[in-house]
């Protein structure tokens, strides 16, 4: 998969999802700095997720929008919710995506809920398994996410067109 130029895709939508204050100890006492957690997308399919680490906090923010918008890849929507069954895991974080019919809206936590507004899908249910940590919940996501299958990629798979799809459903 080529890299998307976040240039050619117009205004970009970010939520910061999770800012930690992190201190190290040295031989003075403690210094602290800041790390955050940024997903943008542009509500048409195009999301990514970045994380920055900075003295204060809005230079983590920004370092980590442009870190998330190196990291763009392309999902695939079909009337705005997602084509089948997901699962992604990352690490002891796992995610659960169901397709939703229209109407049903965005049924999701916190992380998982930020990942898909941006993405531009409204119609899902997703439940968060295991870890709660935010950063491996929304990389649980986004590998759920990556690991769709669109229907042309499987037409080329299979090497069925869907007038044929369509007619094995139906005699079946």
């Known amino acids: 998969m080529g890299r998307i130029d976040a240039e050619s895709l117009g205004p ?32 048409n399919g195009h999301v990514g997720y970045g994380k920055g680490k900075a003295a204060e906090v809005p230079e983590a923010i920004r370092k980590a ?16 919710t997602v084509p089948h069954q997901i699962n992604g895991e990352y690490g002891a974080g796992k995610v659960v995506i169901l397709p939703g019919k229209p109407g049903t809206g965005l049924i999701a936590g916190g992380p998982v809920r930020a990942v898909m507004e941006v993405a531009g899908i409204r119609n899902i ?11 491996n919940t929304v990389r649980a996501a986004m590998n ?11 037409q080329k798979r299979t090497g069925k067109a869907e007038e044929e799809q369509g007619a094995a459903s139906e005699n079946a």
Do not use: Q
């Not at 939508?13 to 040295?26: L, Q, T």
């Not at 870190?67 to 009337?79: G, N, P, T, W």
């Not at 759920?144 to 499987?154: A, H």
């Open 12 to 43: 970009l939508k970010d939520k910061v999802i999770h800012i930690n204050r992190v201190a190290k100890v040295v031989k003075g006492g403690r210094r602290f700095s800041f790390s955050a957690l940024v997903v943008v997308g542009d509500e």
């Open 65 to 80: 929008v442009e870190h998330a918008k190196r990291a763009l890849v392309k999902v695939s929507i079909i009337d705005g």
């Open 125 to 135: 249910v997703a439940k968060s398994l295991g870890s709660r940590n935010p950063f």
């Open 144 to 154: 759920g996410l990556l690991k769709m299958k669109d229907s042309e990629s499987v």
